[in-house]
């Protein structure tokens, strides 16, 4: 039996077991078939005729294709062409669950910490560091802050000066943090607030070992000043960082 592809036109000779197939199929039933040319997939009906198919309007199988999944032969043993059933969809419940190979998936989010008292300022940092990738934590003293920094790696720390104390000098944890070894210092983004530094005065913040200052009075563009600073200071120091890292420095 020869059948055209409705696509290319190429003609595809079937063998005699899928002419078996066809001429038992009942009335309304399709085979399908897939052009070795084109590779289109199209069906054949019990009169030998090529139907097209497409997404929104497939027959149904016919029963007897899934018990034929082998290659329909010539006589020299090459194919000329499939009478199979399609594989089913793979499973996508490891991706549901989150489970890969048994393990879990794991996304590695950066950590920040903010220091500030509670308030609407603090809540708008906080939506400004998680709006560009951060998970954010708080502390309630200076002491809790420096056990969590002794155990956990973050990546951004934002202190307001009069978190605890009267002013950034008196600051045990800003004490903390420029006391901290440079191995470890290097890999975090330090803020300032208060309302004596100037908002994006670098060598203020250079000055306190930050690497940015922020006014009371800017807090509330926080998330746009994060949007700016943070890709800078990435560009300029991101090469140096992996560079160190794989130093091991």
């Known amino acids: 039996m020869n059948v055209d592809c409705p696509k290319c036109g190429k003609q595809l000779k079937l063998g005699e077991k899928a002419e078996s197939s066809i001429s038992s199929m009942p009335a309304g039933k399709l085979v399908k078939v897939k052009c070795v040319q084109c590779s289109n997939v199209f069906g054949i009906n019990s009169g030998g005729e090529a139907v097209s198919l497409n997404a929104s309007d497939a027959p149904a199988e016919s029963k007897d294709s899934g018990n034929a999944p082998e290659k329909a032969l010539k006589g020299d043993g090459k194919s000329t062409g499939f009478v199979v059933k399609p594989p089913e969809p793979p499973d996508l419940s490891w991706?549901?669950?989150?489970?890969?190979?048994?393990?879990?998936?794991?996304?590695?989010?950066?950590?920040?910490?903010?220091?500030?008292?509670?308030?609407?300022?603090?809540?708008?940092?906080?939506?400004?560091?998680?709006?560009?990738?951060?998970?954010?934590?708080?502390?309630?003293?200076?002491?809790?802050?420096?056990?969590?920094?002794?155990?956990?790696?973050?990546?951004?720390?934002?202190?307001?000066s009069r978190f605890s104390g009267p002013g950034i000098n008196s600051s045990e944890f800003h004490k903390y943090m420029t006391r901290m070894d440079m191995s470890k210092r290097r890999y975090i983004f330090y803020t300032l607030i208060g309302p004596e530094f100037k908002t994006l005065y670098n060598l203020q913040a250079l000055a306190y070992s930050a690497n940015l200052v922020v006014n009371d009075n800017e807090v509330k563009d926080f998330n746009v000043i994060l949007r700016r600073v943070i890709p800078e200071y990435e560009a300029l120091f991101g090469p140096l960082m992996e560079e160190l890292h794989i130093q091991r420095k």
């Open 95 to 160: 991706l549901a669950d989150g489970i890969y190979n048994d393990h879990e998936v794991v996304e590695e989010v950066p950590l920040a910490l903010v220091l500030m008292r509670d308030g609407d300022a603090r809540t708008g940092v906080i939506n400004a560091i998680e709006g560009i990738g951060y998970k954010a934590e708080t502390a309630d003293d200076a002491q809790t802050a420096i056990e969590k920094m002794m155990f956990v790696n973050y990546s951004n720390v934002v202190l307001h």
